[in-house]
T-cell receptor, first 109, second 113 residues
Framework: GEDVEQSLFLSVREGDSSVINCTYT??????LYWYKQEPGAGLQLLTY?????DMKQDQRLTVLLNKKDKHLSLRIADTQTGDSAIYFC?????????FGTGTRLLVSP | NAGVTQTPKFQVLKTGQSMTLQCAQD?????MYWYRQDPGMGLRLIYY???????DKGEVPNGYNVSRLNKREFSLRLESAAPSQTSVYFC????????????FGEGSWLTVV
């Protein structure tokens, strides 16, 4: 079945770059997503990438997709304390998404 | 802009009690979903509704029932709550076409004692 894996924790200093990694198994996924969840809140879509793309940049966010290795990463440049949250990778085609376990990012001043 | 609204936000149930989580979206989306979130397990799909009048099982449907009341509303029912159903429940919706982007409600915290 489909499976999405992420490391559980990442700690960085304010101003550094953060890289959150994700591996997935379903090569037929049409889209891959990054969601952010702040404490006590629902998931907020950060960005997504089509499966036929290698990279997508959106302001401080850069998504890299390696289809051969089924590896997705999210880079946050100039990480701020407000970026502290849980980040979920998700893969999906029509109608349904499969989520990873989430990576908790802690940004220290 | 309400988006996806779910109620209640918090609920404590005794084992064996029943309850219904309500969800409504105002984005005219075709598809709606119920997920549960447990520590270390990410989000798991309970049920989804691809369009009004249809519902399908997700990854963890046992112990739950759903109703797609109309295009706006999708409810989740626990007929006989069990402690294993203690979780955070998220309703979500999507139009199924625009990059399949899914929008989430703020979550319902359910504790079964």
């Amino acid at each position: 079945g489909e499976d999405v894996e992420q490391s559980l924790f990442l700690s960085v200093r304010e101003g550094d770059s953060s890289v959150i990694n994700c591996t997935y198994t379903d090569s037929s996924s049409t889209y891959l997503y990054w969601y952010k969840q702040e404490p006590g809140a629902g998931l907020q879509l950060l960005t997504y990438i089509f499966s036929n793309m290698d990279m997508k940049q959106d302001q401080r966010l850069t998504v890299l997709l390696n289809k051969k290795d089924k590896h997705l990463s999210l880079r946050i440049a100039d990480t701020q304390t407000g970026d502290s949250a849980i980040y979920f990778c998700a893969e999906g085609g029509f109608q349904k998404l499969v989520f990873g376990t989430g990576t908790r990012l802690l940004v220290s001043p | 802009n309400a988006g996806v609204t779910q109620t209640p936000k918090f609920q404590v149930l005794k084992t064996g009690q029943s309850m219904t989580l309500q969800c409504a979206q105002d984005m005219n989306h075709n598809s709606m979903y119920w997920y549960r979130q447990d520590p270390g397990m990410g989000l798991r799909l309970i049920y989804y509704s691809a369009s009004e009048g249809t519902t399908d099982k997700g990854e963890v449907p046992n112990g739950y029932n759903v109703s797609r009341l109309n295009k706006r509303e999708f409810s989740l029912r626990l007929e006989s709550a069990a402690p294993s159903q203690t979780s955070v429940y998220f309703c979500a919706s999507s139009d199924g076409f625009s990059g399949n982007t899914i929008y989430f409600g703020e979550g319902s915290w359910l504790t079964v004692v």
